[in-house]
């Protein structure tokens, strides 16, 4: 009997020992994982902060964009045209900015004309040639406006594209070239 009691006493010590040591790693698990949690937790939140600091920086980069092309020079394009008119005297410089403008204006509306900065910047009436003004974003609207010119003034006429270019000098250039070549 003294061996089952010192068995059964060896198997209970055993036993409370195991037990004693399962509630021991559990409770350092719970506090492992109590750790962990904490961290996380901290983790998650510098990570918010990060996020809404890149959040900050792409709006003020994308600003910083916005403002940077308000500030850049606008590019021009010069549209070099000849006026093909009835009658014997020339329409005026005047008459013919007025009516590109409002061929401009027909084709593509009032904030087209004032985004284009449409401006005769030569005319010569003699020739009846000329070169215009305009920003490269309406530079197409603008010579399908020339098209839609049929008057200038109180008389019948055309505006004839010669060349579009990005300086006044090739301009007057290709002016000079198709005027040679008209008969």
């Not at 698990?29 to 996020?51: C, D, F, P, W, Y």
């Amino acid at each position: 009997m003294q061996l089952e009691t010192a068995v059964l006493a060896a198997l209970a010590t055993g036993l409370a020992g195991y037990m004693a040591w399962d509630i021991y790693s559990r409770r350092v698990l719970e506090r492992r994982i109590e750790t962990l949690e904490k961290q996380l937790n901290s983790l998650a939140a510098e990570m918010g902060r990060v996020l809404k600091a890149a959040g900050y920086a792409l709006q003020s980069i994308n600003a910083e964009e916005f403002l940077e092309k308000l500030r850049r020079r606008r590019r021009r394009r010069y549209i070099a045209f000849i006026v093909v008119y009835e009658g014997e005297q020339p329409p005026s410089p005047q008459e013919v900015e007025r009516a590109i403008i409002r061929a401009t204006e027909r084709l593509a509306g009032q904030l087209t004309v004032a985004l284009a900065r449409l401006q005769l910047v030569y005319y010569d009436p003699e020739k009846a040639a000329g070169i215009l003004r305009a920003s490269h974003d309406t530079k197409y609207l603008v010579l399908a406006a020339l098209g839609l010119v049929r008057r200038i003034g109180d008389r019948r006429a055309i505006i004839i594209p010669v060349r579009t270019s990005g300086t006044i000098k090739r301009a007057k250039r290709a002016l000079a070239v198709a005027r040679r070549r008209l008969p």
